[in-house]
Nanobody
Framework: QVQLVESGGGLVQPGGSLRLSCAAS????????IGWFRQAPGKEREGVSC????????YSSDSVKGRFAISRDNAKNTVYLQMNSLKPEDTAVYYC????????????????WGQGTQVTVSS
């Protein structure tokens, strides 16, 4: 069955780095865009970054642009989110989700979601 499993979260000090992984199984990753989303306590879920399947175009929200980088390794069925210069406001549960071929601004286009991984940025 289709599964997306996030890993790599944890506790990190401000200014530190983490690399999240999204391991895909049960489908051919090559044909899907993968988006990273996050949800902080008391806040709505927001899109963070996305990488398309078509030309591996990447998109990032203004809040993480220049600090986070998304990449994919289809041979390993994995998408990564490298997070640098982390700030306390990056604290959230991070989710990955798939959409057919291209990234979308609409969450309903993402049909499978992982269970999430907690990222906490605190001194």
């Amino acid at each position: 069955q289709v599964q997306l499993v996030e890993s790599g979260g944890g506790l990190v000090q401000p200014g530190g780095s983490l690399r999240l992984s999204c391991a895909a199984s049960g489908f051919i990753l090559d044909y899907y865009a993968i988006g990273w989303f996050r949800q902080a306590p008391g806040k709505e879920r927001e899109g963070v970054s996305c990488i398309s399947a078509v030309d591996t175009s990447t998109y990032s929200s203004d809040s993480v642009k220049g600090r986070f980088a998304i990449s994919r390794d289809n041979a390993k069925n994995t998408v990564y989110l490298q997070m640098n210069s982390l700030k306390p406001e990056d604290t959230a549960v991070y989710y990955c989700a798939r959409a057919p071929m291209v990234c979308s601004d609409y969450e309903y286009e993402y049909d499978y979601w992982g269970q999430g991984t907690q990222v906490t940025v605190s001194s």
